[in-house]
């Protein structure tokens, strides 16, 4: 047995017995030690099989692949023009730009990029930029982790109706740069290696980056040190891995393989809708929120289609829910109670969460530290319902009636405390225990850490010792690591972004509050600049305030970087 082999094996028997040894992170539940003898065995089998397979040299493409330059032409463009609130957005469109030179899949590592028309003229500007200081806005269409599309400038978005963000950023100025992106369902150039598991989407995020940088002086326009970054949910996840990892060594392989840019990939700024991170604790912060409501309203299969615009509505009737991002957990109005050993597990998750927070060693603004008490509660609950309290404020200032939500203490027109054991009825359980990494494999993020031949996978201690699905694997810890921006801030050989707009709905229960507000506090303790709100009436949804948004990009970007 290697040393790399055996060190995989003993971490991940460690995460039965010690609740956060480094590798495999998340530790089996309270029962451990009832099951530890077999289940050890079990996991050291599941991780020999598995680094075996991650050693296996990867020739699926083939042989004879064809080499793309990387070189931008400036030539091959449209000229368009769409309305936004009347006025004309007029642009050169450069579409379907292969940004690899040797792509694992041309059409899902192909990126637009559209700049305004007025930088083609003498001394041109947009909103105080110039073609030398636009910022570069950076958007994903990733969801679900499936395979992300083009955001191409759009008058009718079917999330929030109106006009997208691609449109929006070039009536204010911003060159927008939109590449297609690798996803858990993308298939090679054989028809059948799966090419888009962990971390194919980060690594093409990163060598669309760096695509823009090695056009520096060939770009028509755009400040290459200003890219920011934007996504929802999974994309959400993509846009905060990107902000953290720059530079990072851990992906040096797989951008070789895909040829791309030799050139920095480290991002101005990240913007970020519902991020569901850190995934290898993500079911642990689920309990901790929704321990005790016992019904569950994601559908059991489908995710959101790709539907057409304007075609997304709220519904409150027996239909089903269908504002929610394409390829997120379909959402159904009727909800399905939680099994017995479902209900076993949530609380075993919940009593896991703890430890795991308190090891961490987060601090307010104020430098107290945030840790939880072995009930779930303590200061790290505090501050979650300090971030409700404050959303509900605004709703409050702003007229809405609050007196029906038992949940909210409300004192002379001022929120004085949050009861989160009553918010989560009110906000109700979307997903069913464990809300991820599924007994039975049948969730997103087990595809995501999947095999290339489309095998899904664990990717936690306990769920691997509690699968229904005998001979399963765990993914390889190298690929768990490279999914979860916290291994990565303040760390040695990274460059983070310096500046973060991270939003999470006060109604969104796709991913508990805890996990982003984990992503903010980490952020802000290694000294990096963090705009985060949980804005009220909002659920799992992104790009609702882009005026907002907008507005701080423009401050920070004519502010100058700062840290």
Known sequence: MSLKRYVLTMLAVSALTVPFAPGISQAAAADASVQAVPAAAAVASAVQETSVAAATTKTAAAAKQKTYSLKFDKNAYTKETLKLNGEDVAFRAYRNIVYVSKPASVEAESMSIFIPEAYFKDGGTVNGYTKKTAPIFLPNGVGGYMPGEIKEPSVNDRMIGGANASLVALSKGYVVAAPAIRGRTTVGTDGTTYVGKAPALIVDYKAAVRYLRYNKGRLPAGDTEKIISNGTSAGGALSA?????????????????????????????????????????????YEW???????????????????????????????????????????????????????????????????????????????????????????????????????????????????????????????????????????TRLKATPAFDKFDLSSGENDEFGTEANEPRHFTGFSLTRTTKPGTKLAPWEDIKRLNPLYYIGQKGVTVAPHWRIRHGAKDRDTCLAVPAVLVLKLQNAGYDVNFASPWGKGHAGDYDLDELFAWADQICKAGSKK
Not at 298 to 315: D, F, I, R
Not at 361 to 385: P, Q
């Open 241 to 285: 891995l990107l902000g953290a990892t720059g530079n990072n060594r851990d992906y040096d392989a797989e951008l070789k393989a895909i040829g791309a840019a030799n050139e920095r990939d480290d991002i101005f700024a990240s913007q970020d809708y519902c991020p569901i991170t850190d995934l290898d604790h993500a079911d642990m912060a």
């Open 289 to 427: 929120m929704f321990n005790g409501v016992n019904e569950a309203y994601q559908s059991s299969g489908a995710m959101m289609p790709m539907m057409k615009p304007g075609a997304g509505t709220n519904t409150d009737g027996a239909a089903a829910v269908t504002n929610r991002p394409d390829n997120a957990p379909t959402e159904t109005a009727a909800a399905t109670p939680l099994t017995d050993a479902q209900k076993v597990a949530s609380g075993q998750l919940k009593a896991l969460y703890p430890a795991y927070i308190n090891s961490l060693n987060l601090k307010d603004a104020d430098g107290r530290e945030l840790t939880l008490e072995k009930d779930g509660t303590g200061s790290f609950a505090d501050y979650i319902k300090s971030i409700y309290a404050a959303s509900a404020q605004t709703a409050l200032d702003a007229g809405e009636d609050l007196s029906d939500l038992d949940w909210l203490t409300i004192e002379d027109g001022k929120v004085v405390d949050v009861d989160l054991t009553k918010y989560a009825p009110w906000a």
